[in-house]
Protein backbone atom coordinates (compact mmCIF):
# COMPACT_ATOMS: atom_id res chain seq x y z
CA UNK A 1 0.00 0.00 0.00
CA UNK A 2 2.82 2.04 0.78
CA UNK A 3 4.49 1.63 -2.40
CA UNK A 4 1.15 2.66 -4.28
CA UNK A 5 1.29 5.74 -2.62
CA UNK A 6 4.72 6.25 -2.98
CA UNK A 7 5.22 5.14 -6.51
CA UNK A 8 1.54 5.61 -8.08
CA UNK A 9 1.97 3.76 -11.21
CA UNK A 10 5.05 2.49 -11.14
CA UNK A 11 4.44 0.46 -8.47
CA UNK A 12 2.73 -2.13 -11.42
CA UNK A 13 5.40 -3.98 -11.56
CA UNK A 14 6.15 -4.59 -7.86
CA UNK A 15 2.97 -5.10 -7.09
CA UNK A 16 2.65 -7.54 -9.98
CA UNK A 17 5.33 -9.65 -8.64
CA UNK A 18 3.34 -9.46 -5.37
CA UNK A 19 1.00 -11.36 -6.50
CA UNK A 20 3.26 -14.67 -6.71
CA UNK A 21 3.77 -14.04 -2.70
CA UNK A 22 3.37 -16.90 -0.84
CA UNK A 23 1.61 -15.16 2.00
CA UNK A 24 -2.39 -14.66 1.03
CA UNK A 25 -2.83 -11.40 2.95
CA UNK A 26 0.07 -10.01 0.58
CA UNK A 27 -1.71 -11.38 -2.71
CA UNK A 28 -4.73 -9.69 -1.48
CA UNK A 29 -3.50 -6.23 -0.56
CA UNK A 30 -1.38 -6.24 -4.32
CA UNK A 31 -4.61 -7.30 -5.67
CA UNK A 32 -6.33 -4.27 -3.64
CA UNK A 33 -3.59 -1.84 -5.08
CA UNK A 34 -4.07 -2.95 -8.13
CA UNK A 35 -7.45 -2.82 -8.50
CA UNK A 36 -7.40 0.49 -7.14
CA UNK A 37 -4.91 1.56 -10.26
CA UNK A 38 -7.61 0.47 -12.25
CA UNK A 39 -4.45 -1.90 -13.73
CA UNK A 40 -5.73 -3.57 -17.14
CA UNK A 41 -2.02 -5.22 -17.69
CA UNK A 42 -3.45 -8.87 -18.96
CA UNK A 43 -1.53 -10.41 -16.50
CA UNK A 44 -3.21 -9.00 -13.75
CA UNK A 45 -6.31 -10.14 -15.65
CA UNK A 46 -5.44 -13.38 -16.14
CA UNK A 47 -4.16 -13.63 -12.10
CA UNK A 48 -7.47 -12.29 -11.17
CA UNK A 49 -9.43 -14.68 -13.71
CA UNK A 50 -7.40 -17.41 -12.58
CA UNK A 51 -8.39 -16.91 -8.52
CA UNK A 52 -12.07 -16.52 -9.35
CA UNK A 53 -12.62 -19.63 -11.58
CA UNK A 54 -13.73 -22.45 -11.35
CA UNK A 55 -11.77 -25.11 -10.47
CA UNK A 56 -11.59 -28.41 -11.74
CA UNK A 57 -12.13 -31.31 -9.56
CA UNK A 58 -8.55 -32.49 -7.97
CA UNK A 59 -7.91 -28.21 -7.38
CA UNK A 60 -8.15 -26.91 -4.29
CA UNK A 61 -9.96 -23.83 -4.00
CA UNK A 62 -8.75 -20.55 -3.79
CA UNK A 63 -8.25 -18.51 -0.02
CA UNK A 64 -12.29 -17.09 0.47
CA UNK A 65 -11.16 -13.48 1.44
CA UNK A 66 -8.67 -13.58 -2.20
CA UNK A 67 -11.60 -14.58 -4.33
CA UNK A 68 -13.94 -11.87 -2.82
CA UNK A 69 -10.48 -9.35 -3.22
CA UNK A 70 -9.93 -10.68 -6.67
CA UNK A 71 -13.51 -9.83 -7.40
CA UNK A 72 -13.70 -6.05 -5.95
CA UNK A 73 -9.93 -5.78 -7.99
CA UNK A 74 -12.01 -6.76 -11.38
CA UNK A 75 -14.66 -4.42 -10.76
CA UNK A 76 -12.04 -2.00 -10.38
CA UNK A 77 -10.31 -3.00 -13.64
CA UNK A 78 -14.05 -3.41 -15.18
CA UNK A 79 -14.78 -0.09 -14.60
CA UNK A 80 -11.71 1.51 -15.71
CA UNK A 81 -11.27 -0.41 -18.69
CA UNK A 82 -14.47 -1.27 -19.97
CA UNK A 83 -12.59 -3.32 -23.27
CA UNK A 84 -11.44 -6.03 -20.30
CA UNK A 85 -14.94 -6.90 -19.31
CA UNK A 86 -15.68 -9.28 -22.41
CA UNK A 87 -12.88 -11.43 -20.68
CA UNK A 88 -13.94 -11.56 -17.24
CA UNK A 89 -17.58 -11.39 -17.82
CA UNK A 90 -17.92 -15.24 -18.91
CA UNK A 91 -15.37 -16.44 -16.16
CA UNK A 92 -17.55 -14.73 -13.69
CA UNK A 93 -20.52 -15.90 -15.03
CA UNK A 94 -19.41 -19.86 -15.48
CA UNK A 95 -17.63 -19.47 -11.73
CA UNK A 96 -21.68 -18.90 -9.93
CA UNK A 97 -22.35 -21.87 -11.97
CA UNK A 98 -23.08 -24.43 -9.57
CA UNK A 99 -25.00 -27.10 -11.64
CA UNK A 100 -22.22 -27.42 -14.24
CA UNK A 101 -20.25 -28.77 -10.76
CA UNK A 102 -22.41 -32.16 -10.16
CA UNK A 103 -21.09 -35.09 -11.26
CA UNK A 104 -22.43 -38.16 -12.59
CA UNK A 105 -25.00 -39.40 -9.92
CA UNK A 106 -25.98 -35.88 -9.20
CA UNK A 107 -23.57 -35.05 -6.22
CA UNK A 108 -21.81 -32.07 -6.06
CA UNK A 109 -17.79 -32.13 -6.71
CA UNK A 110 -15.01 -30.63 -5.19
CA UNK A 111 -15.40 -27.61 -7.25
CA UNK A 112 -18.81 -27.20 -5.77
CA UNK A 113 -17.44 -25.72 -2.27
CA UNK A 114 -17.64 -21.97 -3.46
CA UNK A 115 -19.06 -20.15 -0.16
CA UNK A 116 -21.93 -17.90 -0.63
CA UNK A 117 -19.80 -14.27 0.25
CA UNK A 118 -17.65 -15.15 -2.32
CA UNK A 119 -20.72 -15.84 -4.69
CA UNK A 120 -22.16 -12.56 -3.44
CA UNK A 121 -19.09 -10.84 -4.53
CA UNK A 122 -19.27 -12.09 -7.71
CA UNK A 123 -22.62 -11.11 -7.90
CA UNK A 124 -21.43 -8.05 -6.72
CA UNK A 125 -19.25 -7.31 -9.51
CA UNK A 126 -21.03 -8.64 -12.29
CA UNK A 127 -23.85 -5.71 -11.27
CA UNK A 128 -20.98 -3.29 -11.17
CA UNK A 129 -19.30 -4.68 -15.37
CA UNK A 130 -22.55 -6.80 -16.63
CA UNK A 131 -24.10 -6.42 -20.13
CA UNK A 132 -27.59 -8.08 -21.36
CA UNK A 133 -25.84 -11.64 -22.23
CA UNK A 134 -24.48 -11.86 -18.73
CA UNK A 135 -28.17 -10.43 -17.00
CA UNK A 136 -29.20 -14.44 -17.35
CA UNK A 137 -27.26 -15.79 -14.73
CA UNK A 138 -28.18 -13.25 -12.44
CA UNK A 139 -31.67 -13.60 -12.95
CA UNK A 140 -31.23 -17.52 -12.15
CA UNK A 141 -29.71 -16.89 -8.98
CA UNK A 142 -32.51 -14.79 -7.90
CA UNK A 143 -34.30 -18.43 -7.18
CA UNK A 144 -31.35 -19.42 -5.38
CA UNK A 145 -32.08 -21.26 -2.29
CA UNK A 146 -29.90 -18.88 -0.32
CA UNK A 147 -32.03 -15.89 0.72
CA UNK A 148 -28.29 -14.24 0.86
CA UNK A 149 -27.84 -14.89 -2.83
CA UNK A 150 -30.92 -14.00 -3.81
CA UNK A 151 -30.92 -10.95 -2.60
CA UNK A 152 -27.28 -10.24 -4.04
CA UNK A 153 -28.41 -11.20 -7.11
CA UNK A 154 -31.24 -8.96 -7.28
CA UNK A 155 -29.05 -5.87 -6.14
CA UNK A 156 -26.91 -6.65 -9.17
CA UNK A 157 -29.39 -6.84 -11.46
CA UNK A 158 -30.75 -3.04 -10.41
CA UNK A 159 -27.35 -1.66 -10.78
CA UNK A 160 -27.15 -2.93 -14.25
CA UNK A 161 -30.94 -1.26 -14.73
CA UNK A 162 -29.86 1.76 -13.49
CA UNK A 163 -26.88 1.70 -15.70
CA UNK A 164 -29.04 0.98 -18.95
CA UNK A 165 -31.61 4.20 -17.75
CA UNK A 166 -28.39 6.13 -17.08
CA UNK A 167 -27.21 5.46 -20.74
CA UNK A 168 -30.60 5.93 -22.46
Given at each position: AALL??????????????????????????????????????????????????????????DDRL??????????????APST????????????????????????????????????????????????????????????????????????????????????
Amino acid sequence: AALLQISGREAEGDLLAALKDHEPAVRRRALLCLGSLGCSDPRVLEFLCGVVRRRQKDEAEEDDRLQIQACQALAEIGRAAPSTRSTMQPVLIQALDLQSGKGLLGRWSLTATRSDAVRAAICATLGQIVDTTAAEALIKLTKDKSPFLRERAARALRQFQDRLSRRS
